[in-house]
């Protein structure tokens, strides 16, 4: 797997959080922007707060707990694997790949939310079609603006997350691209074992494991 596409592929993840963070103005508030919208203050207040400093497991357990029940991880990992590769493994396959696919976007968002700068955030349109959702952002900073779109999806209690595309480039898309490939060359095991060693380097820190997964994700 290409390291420089995914490379740009963990920033792109991080940066679509800290994206939603930033205070800025919604020129159409429904519900399902306002869901959105209603994690900031307490991401922030975590994010900032003096005390969770130095910290780390208090704090990365409390920003996980509010944001990450906003995002369908089952939805998400089954598209970035794709139909045919989903249809081909066992449900137990796939629930550890939803598993190890959770953990990995959590662990990039958390290395990335603990940067937290103050860009700002217009929430432009809201589109609905049935069960799927949109929300429209522009992202504002220092040298320009940047369009961050969020895909949403209905469960039976709220509008969960199941993609993120920044200027017209799909999170899902890409790991689909990515994952595709390796399973092609490869196999879905060596998938896992990728993904798995990935997970690792984020939890206990990149230098710990550098040498050992140089060859990996």
């Known amino acids: 797997m290409n390291k420089t596409i995914l490379r740009n592929q963990w920033w792109i993840i991080g940066f679509s959080l800290v994206l939603i963070l930033g205070a800025g103005k919604a020129v159409q508030a429904s519900g399902i922007t306002e869901g959105l919208k209603a ?85 432009v349109d809201e589109i609905v079609k049935g069960k799927y959702a949109m929300v429209k952002t522009e992202v504002v900073r220092k040298n320009g603006s940047i369009n961050v779109d969020y895909k949403l999806i209905e469960s039976p209690s709220e509008w969960r997350v199941y993609d993120i595309v920044i200027e017209g480039v799909s999170l899902i898309k890409n790991y689909r691209s990515q994952f595709g490939k390796v399973i092609h060359n490869d196999s879905f095991d060596t998938l896992m074992d990728k993904l798995n060693a990935k997970v690792k380097e984020l939890e206990v820190g990149e230098n710990d494991v550098k040498e050992e997964n140089k060859d990996k994700i």
């Open 39 to 123: 994690t900031i203050d307490q991401v922030i207040n975590v994010v900032t707060d003096p005390q969770y400093k130095n910290d780390r497991t208090t704090r990365r357990t409390k920003m996980k707990d509010i944001i990450f029940p906003k995002f369908n991880f089952l939805e998400m990992g089954k598209r970035s694997l794709g139909k045919k590769h989903w249809k081909k493994i066992t449900p137990e396959e796939r629930k550890a790949f939803v598993d190890v696919f959770g953990k990995l976007l959590e662990n990039s968002y958390a290395n990335k939310l603990e940067n937290y700068s103050d860009e700002k955030i217009n929430y």
